[in-house]
C-alpha cells in the first residue's frame, strides 16, 4: 500500500486541493534515467490549450491527472500556466502563479520531478522555490532578460527551446533559408546570452521548438535532422504531441484528425525519435510513449 494518499476533489472550483498526507522523497534530475528516452507528461493547467485546455483549470482536477501521470511512470510533470496555441492571449505572471504554484507544491510533495513549462523569470524563481526542479522555457529568442541569471543562480537544468515570436505573431515568422541550420543558429544565439549570465552548458537541453514559428514542412525537416543537433552538445527534447502537423497528416477527405485522435502518431515519432537518441519527449499519453521508449531501447540494446 503506497504512503501516499490523494484524494481528489469532484466539488466546485473553491474545492481543496488533494491532502498528501505523508511527503515522500522527491525525484531529482539525478534519478532519472539513462538507458532509455524520458518521457515529460504535459499538465497544462490553463483554460485554452489546443489539446487539453479547460480539462485541468482547476488545481484539484491537475492535481489528480499529474498524480495519475506519476503513477502511470512519467518521468517529470512538465506544469505550465499560460498557453501558447498561436493567437492564445498572453497571461499576467500573477495569473499564471496563481494557477500553477498549488498544483506544484502538491506534487513536489508527492514526490514528482516538476518542470516549469513558463517564459517568466518571476514564474519560474517561484515555481522553483515551490519544488519545481527544472526550467522549460519556451519564448525561444524573446527570452525574459532575467532568466540567464536565475537559472545560473540557481544551477537547475533549463530547456531552451527554439521559437520567434509569440503566440500572436510567431505564424508568421516562419521563414528560413533553411531550417535546421537557421534554427541551430538562432538557439546558439541564445545559449550565448545564458553563458554569458553564467549558466552552465550541462545545465542546458534543447529543444527545436517544433511548431514554434515552423510549418508542417519545418517540422518534418526538424525532425528528419535531430542528428544535426549533436553539434550543440546538449540533451535533445522534442514535443510532437498531438500537435496540427501530426492532424495534417491523418486527414480524411480534407478534414485534419483533431488532436484527441493523434496520439498514436505521437507514439510513432516518440519510437522514432527514441531510436534517434533523443533525451526526452514531452507528451499527453504518458502510457503509450513510456511503451514506445521501452521497446526502443530494448530495439537499440
Ligand atoms: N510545446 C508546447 C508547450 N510547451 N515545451 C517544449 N519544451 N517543447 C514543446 O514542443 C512544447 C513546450 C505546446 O503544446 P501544448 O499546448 O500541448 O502544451
Redesign the pocket.
Same mark, same amino acid.
Given at each position: 500500500m503506497d504512503s501516499l494518499a490523494a484524494t481528489p476533489g469532484t466539488g466546485p472550483a473553491t474545492s481543496p486541493l488533494p491532502v498528501i498526507r505523508a511527503a515522500r522523497k522527491q525525484r531529482t534530475f539525478e534519478d532519472l534515467p539513462t538507458d532509455r528516452t524520458v518521457v515529460?507528461g504535459?499538465l497544462?493547467v490553463?483554460p485554452d490549450? #489546443?489539446?487539453?485546455?479547460g480539462r485541468f483549470a482547476r488545481p484539484d482536477d491537475a492535481v489528480a491527472a499529474g498524480l495519475r501521470m506519476l503513477y502511470g511512470g512519467a518521468d517529470i510533470i512538465?506544469v505550465?500556466g499560460e498557453?501558447?496555441?498561436p493567437n492564445a492571449v498572453p497571461v499576467d505572471p500573477a495569473e499564471e502563479q496563481k494557477r500553477v504554484l498549488p498544483v506544484i507544491e502538491t506534487l513536489a510533495k508527492a514526490g514528482a520531478l516538476i518542470?516549469i513549462?513558463t517564459m517568466n523569470a518571476s514564474t519560474a524563481a517561484l515555481a522553483l522555490d515551490a519544488g519545481a526542479g527544472i526550467v522549460?522555457?519556451?519564448s525561444g529568442t524573446d527570452m525574459d532578460p532575467d532568466m540567464p541569471a536565475l537559472i545560473a543562480e540557481r544551477g537547475v537544468p533549463y530547456?531552451l527551446?527554439h521559437g520567434r515570436g509569440d503566440a500572436r505573431t510567431m505564424s508568421g515568422l516562419a521563414e528560413y533559408k533553411d531550417v535546421v541550420e537557421d534554427v541551430l543558429a538562432e538557439i546558439m544565439e541564445v545559449r550565448d546570452r545564458l553563458y554569458n549570465g553564467g549558466v552552465s552548458p550541462e545545465q542546458i537541453?534543447v529543444?527545436?521548438?517544433?511548431? #514554434?514559428a515552423k510549418t508542417e514542412e519545418h517540422n518534418w525537416a526538424l525532425l528528419r535532422s535531430l542528428d544535426r543537433f549533436d553539434v550543440l552538445g546538449h540533451r535533445l527534447?522534442?514535443?510532437?504531441?498531438?500537435?496540427r502537423f501530426l492532424g495534417t497528416l491523418l486527414s480524411t477527405s480534407g478534414k485534419a484528425a483533431p488532436?484527441e485522435e493523434r496520439d498514436s502518431a505521437t507514439v510513432a515519432t516518440t519510437a522514432l525519435a527514441a531510436a534517434a537518441g533523443v533525451w526526452g519527449v514531452?507528451v499527453?499519453d504518458v502510457a503509450a510513449n513510456l511503451d514506445a521508449v521501452k521497446v526502443s531501447a530494448a530495439w537499440n540494446g
Open positions: 515529460l504535459v497544462n490553463t490549450s #489546443f489539446s487539453d485546455g512538465d505550465g498557453s501558447t496555441r518542470s513549462d522549460n522555457d519556451v530547456v527551446m537541453i529543444d527545436p521548438g517544433l511548431g #514554434f527534447l522534442i514535443g510532437t504531441s498531438r500537435k488532436p514531452r499527453h
